[in-house]
């Protein structure tokens, strides 16, 4: 029996477009140039603080004051939390391979960047019926990944060790964080960032479909 850690944007749900478009608004209501949504993929990840600096044309965060910087990531936040289920869905085939790893006897778990309400919406609304046991965002005074806090302290909830635990993402910043925590990393090629990144971040494991979740939990 093993503990499975999943990031949740570009690894269990395709939320690019929505996350996109909702920041795409917020640019242009402010007179700023706005991106096409593909470019987002290498916007997240980091947190909402992140995303919204990244968007914004080179240099201009900085010449905001705070105030003005926390009020356009607020909007940001707003918009996307009243939108981020218009074209936002599983991956095909991810529903499957979590009913799977629990049937096994998997412990499954959620940490993602994004704020903690939007997460444990996003997968209350996906994700109903999958047992996880913790469902974890974004939360203040908890280090955003890579930094490793919050994957220990979940697993410190759930009673695994690091080394008998996955951690599952799309982006250098989960093989990282998996690093990090002393966790197995597992890379998914099918989300934002691609096959490329994960094997330059020193994945563990990159796989293509999420059928090979169940593999991999078999022959662990």
Same mark, same amino acid.
């Given at each position: 029996m093993r503990a499975f850690i999943f990031d949740l944007d570009g690894t269990l749900v395709d939320s690019l477009e929505d996350i996109g478009q909702a920041c795409n608004?917020?640019?242009?209501?402010?007179?700023?140039?706005?991106?096409?949504?593909?470019?987002?993929?290498?916007?997240? #990840?980091? #947190?909402?603080?992140?995303?919204? &600096?990244?968007?914004?044309?080179? #240099?201009?965060?900085a010449?905001?004051?705070?105030?003005?910087?926390?009020?356009?990531?607020?909007?940001?936040?707003? +918009?996307? #939390?009243? &939108?981020?289920?218009?074209r936002t869905k599983p991956y095909a085939g991810?529903?499957?391979?979590?009913?799977?790893?629990?049937?096994d006897g998997h412990a499954l778990a959620v940490l993602s960047n994004k704020p903690d309400d939007l997460t444990v919406e996003l997968v209350r609304r996906y994700f109903p019926d999958v047992p996880f046991t913790l469902v974890r965002g974004g939360?203040?005074?908890?280090?955003?990944?890579?930094?490793?806090?919050?994957?220990?302290?979940?697993? +410190?909830?759930?009673?695994?060790?690091?080394?008998?635990s996955f951690?599952?993402?799309d982006s250098n910043v989960d093989i990282f964080t998996a690093r990090n925590a002393g966790m197995i990393s597992i890379g998914v090629a099918?989300?934002?960032?691609?096959?490329?990144?994960l094997r330059a971040a020193q994945a563990?494991?990159?796989?293509d479909t999420p059928v090979a979740l169940t593999r991999l939990a078999k022959e662990a």
């Open positions: 608004d917020v640019l242009a209501s402010h007179g700023y140039p706005v991106h096409p949504l593909p470019a987002y993929r290498f916007y997240v #990840g980091r #947190g909402f603080h992140k995303l919204v &600096n990244d968007a914004l044309p080179e #240099g201009e965060a010449k905001l004051s705070s105030d003005q910087l926390t009020a356009l990531i607020a909007e940001a936040r707003t +918009r996307y #939390g009243e &939108n981020m289920c218009v991810i529903t499957e391979a979590l009913h799977q790893l629990a049937a939360r203040d005074g908890v280090p955003l990944k890579p930094e490793p806090d919050a994957p220990l302290d979940m697993l +410190r909830h759930m009673d695994f060790l690091p080394e008998r951690y599952v993402g099918w989300g934002f960032r691609g096959a490329d990144e563990d494991h990159v796989i």
